[in-house]
Each structure stands twice: as structure tokens, then as C-alpha cells.
């Protein structure tokens, strides 16, 4: 990510109420679909929006509820201390500690998700990095680190800011022995990285199981990306998603 990306694709609004309700609208959906998938995990697994008026404070979902059923009335927001300043919901810890320092260190970062899915967490284990295999996992080249650096679970704020070090200008990481961790200008660019990342995984772990992968030359990886790796087409790539999740489970605007 660069301070000087064309963000023009992006929708506009009228004023900052309307803005807010568009990205609580759009996390609500990412998190529908994060259920979908089966990217649950018990209570583990969050994923953020700033708010639009007040950028010290975060969007994200109540701790403890399913993603199955969060509807844009119950995610709550909190400030830059871990407090709840809207909502009735408890906080994650792990969510704040690692996410509150994510967006302290990137101003450029609208959103970030991580959970503790199947393949990304089998992934996470081998303690490397994604290989270019795929047109697909050149969406990752250059874009992603390994955090290997896994010390339990994340509460403390010095681990978050230890990822967020490690996460640098990149978009995703790794984090060793513990799962996925995507970043965006948009809520629908950080869900849709969190999923294709995860649909990674499980390709270079079939690949791997059936015999030697052959991977991608870099120029062609690094062309690749330049055109199914950037932020606008991430964007784009979530559209359908929010669509169809969207016309299956409306009762998410409520």
C-alpha cells in the first residue's frame, strides 16, 4: 500500500452519518460471509472498520457472537483505550490489542480482518510464506509477510504493535501458528483479501500434498498482481459477494 494510490473508485457520501452507516453496512456483510464460509472459530476471530468522524476509534463485532448472526445494530465502537463508547457488547481483547495497533501505525488502513480458518491456520504452521502458483496467489506477491513470532494468545498491546512492525506497508501477514491477518482501504477490500488469502492456503497445501508445485517467475507474479492484486481490484472482486449475501440475509441491515 502507498499514501498515493488512486482511491477514487471508492463511493462518496453526503456526510460523515451516511459514511458511517455504509461501512457498519459492509462489515455486517463481511462478517455474514466470513460465517458462510465457516471462518468461525468459537469466539476467536474479528474484523474492524474506523470510523469515519473519529479516527481513533473502530468498529467490530460484539465478543462472543456468532458472525452467523451479526446484524449492523450489534457492532459496537471503541476508542483508541479499548473502551466501548457505543454498543452493550464486551470488547475481544485479542481483537483490540492486535487491531488498535494495526490502525495506530497505518493511518492509510480503513479496515483489517483476521480469524482462525481451516487452511489458513494449517498454513500458518508451516512458517512461510505464499508462493506465487496461481494467478490468484499473485495477489500476495511482494504484499504479505510472516509474523513468527508466536507467543500465545495476543491481549497484550506490544504484541499487536509487534505485528503491526512486522506488517509494515503490506496489506497481509502470516502469523505464525495462529492464522491470517488482511488489510484495506475498505472494509470489501480486507474481506475480500482474508478470503482469497484463505483459498490460497488451501490450494498450496493441495498442490504441495499432490507433488512439487511449479511456481510463477516473479516479473509475471509481479504483472499479476498489478492487476488482480490492488486495492480496486480486491474492491471489485467483493462485489458479488456483498451482493449475494446481502439478497440471502437482508435481516443484516437491521
Not at 502507498?2 to 455504509?22: K, M, Q
Not at 492509510?108 to 496467489?137: E, F, N
Not at 495476543?154 to 502470516?174: F, M, P, Q, T, Y
Request: aromatic share 10%.
Amino acid at each position: 500500500m502507498t499514501a498515493t494510490i488512486d482511491l477514487s473508485y471508492l463511493p462518496t457520501f453526503p456526510n460523515v452519518d451516511a459514511e458511517r452507516l455504509h461501512r457498519k453496512q459492509r462489515l455486517a456483510a463481511a462478517f455474514r460471509l466470513f460465517g458462510k464460509f465457516g471462518f468461525d472459530e468459537g469466539v476467536a476471530g474479528h474484523i474492524t472498520v474506523r470510523d469515519p468522524e473519529h479516527a481513533d476509534r473502530f468498529w467490530l463485532n460484539p465478543f462472543g457472537m456468532n458472525f452467523k448472526f451479526i446484524k449492523v445494530s450489534d457492532l459496537i465502537c471503541v476508542d483508541h483505550t479499548g473502551d466501548v463508547v457505543e454498543g452493550n457488547a464486551l470488547v475481544n481483547r485479542a481483537a483490540f490489542a492486535i487491531h488498535s495497533q494495526v490502525h495506530q501505525a497505518r493511518p492509510d488502513v480503513v479496515a483489517a480482518a483476521h480469524s482462525h480458518s481451516i487452511y489458513g491456520k494449517a498454513w500458518s504452521s508451516l512458517g512461510r510464506p505464499l508462493d506465487a502458483l496461481t494467478q490468484d496467489s499473485c495477489a500476495f506477491f511482494d504484499d504479505h509477510v510472516l509474523f513468527d513470532d508466536f507467543t500465545g494468545v495476543v491481549n497484550d498491546l506490544s504484541e499487536g504493535k509487534r505485528i503491526a512492525e512486522k506488517l509494515g506497508a503490506k496489506k497481509a501477514a502470516i502469523l505464525q501458528n495462529h492464522g491470517l491477518l488482511t488489510t484495506g482501504y475498505s472494509v470489501d477490500e480486507a474481506c475480500w483479501s482474508f478470503i482469497t488469502m484463505e483459498r490460497t492456503c488451501q490450494a498450496q497445501l493441495l498442490a504441495e500434498a499432490a507433488g512439487t508445485p511449479i511456481k510463477i517467475a516473479d516479473d509475471v507474479a509481479r504483472l499479476t498482481h498489478a492487476q488482480v492484486g490492488t486495492p480496486i481490484a480486491c474492491y471489485f472482486s467483493f462485489q458479488p459477494l456483498y451482493d449475494w449475501i446481502t439478497r440471502e440475509q437482508p435481516d443484516l441491515f437491521d
